[in-house]
């Protein structure tokens, strides 16, 4: 009998790849031979003496301590490209959103006030205040040319946006089979001097920390637009906030909130929503079940 540890919920779709007569799968389990989670932190935890694998129901994998485990011939898996689809809906949502300050004027419209001759009188003001700019003929530059980058390039070259793209460790030519357009090779600096949102898709890594800080926004175009549904700490939230008080940037979309982001008037911050789709949820689930299962019974790797 296998023992699987769950540390977060697991879509149910993916603990019923387990066979129950060779699963023993609990929150709560003694000498487990491989532990699933989702965000749960595990750099400080014990290692069992019994652990064998690690899966992640997700693409990022800094709360794992994977050198740690990698030394002690643990294997980590995790599942990127299984909720892309779900990150790229919301990002798409977050241009939407940034573009035409919908959360602003939804703010403004639920505070209306007085009879329904003052608030057609507000109707028309906020009609002025909270007018927006639209998609097509526009730059996004997407840094990260992962499964979420290569999505969100084709969803919104369908909306008429022009697309370039940045990634620390390949080539658009590697990475993305798009139009010319898309397959233009940029540093990052000429990036940020040619776009007016950027979106992150990287990992959190050593190269990629604060990888947008108070030096970078320079190059920006003045009005740009942020978005990081990748990992806080990639982007440098002081200098952001910062260059929006300057009104050097328009508006900064993110899933991390924090106290100095979550209230400021040109901020949205989400609870780490990007994934967070019934779809995605099950999509992560069950690949990584397999995985597990491929590894402890056939002594597989399918993906690390
Ligand atoms: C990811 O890394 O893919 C997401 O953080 C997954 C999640 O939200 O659990």
Known sequence: MFKILTLNNISVAGLNRLPRDKYEVASEIMHPDAILLRSFKMHEMEIPKTLKAVGRAGAGINNIPVEKLTSMGIPV???PGA???????????????ASRNLTQAWDYARNLEGDDASIAKAVEAGKKKYAGTELPGKTLGVIGLGAIGGRIANAVIGLGMKVIGYDPTVTIQHAWNLSAEVQRALSFEELLSEADYITFHVPLIDATKNMLNAERIKHMKNNAIVLNFARGGIVDDDAVIKALDEEKLYAYINDFPTNENKNHPRVVSLPHLGASTFEAEENCAVMVADQIQDYLENGNITNS
Do not use: G, P, W
Not at 83 to 96: C, F
């Open 83 to 97: 909720n892309a689809n779900a990150v790229k809906e919301l990002v798409v949502a977050a241009l939407l959103i």
């Open 77 to 79: 898996f995790n599942t």
